[in-house]
């Protein structure tokens, strides 16, 4: 069975991270009282015992100069003696239901681990961010030189990063916990990120994408193992997208984890003609997700 958490399973919650993943208290204490809420954690329960769970945090992504609706997923974790039992599966895919619900067009996700790129890969997951070698922005420097002045802080950081496209972006208490953690740690360097995007509504993307370059125009065919509502027919042209559930082959075929990567712009220079025409490249980024 699969249920949102409540107060009174939210201990459960907490004590599968910390079994998963070792978190120190300090960092769990700060996640689970500036990050977690129950409304967005999902739990499995198997004979009535809580064994896996994920949270899916809302958050704000630059997307083609227009700022959109993602979730982050974040915690996913299974108890060991419960894994490859398919508990997880389960728990992403009614994931994916919530995120339909609500509206919101995008997941993303950074795998801890080289091999839960496959795993990911298998639910419509792609590699769209990529980690970086260089410090993004020093939030030692920021906290020097605003003395304490959280929001002039925040108000430099915000500037660094709102203009800049495919960008996971950051409220203002966002980043009061980006700092706390910064503090926590003794203000580490901060990178890029390794990450993946799942599309959850792909016709509402598609939409942001021709609004911003009606001059483009294409048509595919679009298959999703997962998300029935995304396997159509798509074309955009003139700013507007036409979607429609005929099963007649377009003169171009994608899958969902393709489409990922073309409307981020991942990468797209080195792919073939249309998509490199098609598809202006660009250079997706995630960081300072409390990682």
């Not at 070698?133 to 920021?142: A, C, P, T």
């Amino acid at each position: 069975m699969i249920a949102f958490a409540t107060n009174q399973t939210m201990p459960f919650v907490r004590e599968m991270w910390k079994i998963c993943f070792g978190d120190s208290d300090e960092y769990m204490e700060l996640y689970f009282r500036e990050k977690y809420r129950n409304e967005n954690t999902l739990v499995y329960f198997d004979n009535n015992e809580a064994v896996a769970s994920l949270q899916m945090l809302p958050y704000i992504f630059t997307f083609h100069q227009t700022e959109i609706p993602i979730a982050y997923f974040s915690g996913l974790c299974t108890l060991p003696e419960a894994r490859k039992k398919g508990f997880m599966a389960a728990l992403i895919r009614k994931a994916f239901d919530v995120l339909q619900q609500r509206q919101i067009p995008l997941a993303v996700l950074v795998p801890q681990e080289e091999w839960l790129l496959e795993f990911y890969d298998k639910f419509g997951f792609a590699k769209t961010f990529d980690s970086g070698d260089k410090e993004i922005l020093s939030l030692r420097q920021l906290w020097e030189k605003y003395q304490d002045d959280l929001p002039a802080a925040y108000s430099e950081f915000d500037d660094y990063f709102r203009t800049q496209d495919m960008t996971v972006q950051k409220t203002f208490d966002d980043f009061c916990t980006i700092m706390k953690e910064a503090k926590l740690f003794d203000f580490p360097p901060k990178t890029n990120l390794d990450g993946m995007s799942r599309i959850i509504d792909a016709e509402k993307l598609l939409a942001v994408f021709a609004r911003r370059y009606p001059e483009k125009t294409f048509s595919f065919s679009l298959s999703d193992a997962e998300i029935p509502q995304n396997q159509a027919n798509f074309s955009f042209r003139n700013g507007f997208v036409e979607y429609n559930r005929d099963n007649e082959p377009a003169t171009h075929s994608l899958d969902i984890r393709q489409l990922s990567q073309l409307l981020l712009g991942y990468h797209t220079s080195r792919m073939d003609e249309p998509f490199r025409s098609l598809f202006p490249e660009k250079y997706p980024q995630i960081n300072f997700m409390l990682e």
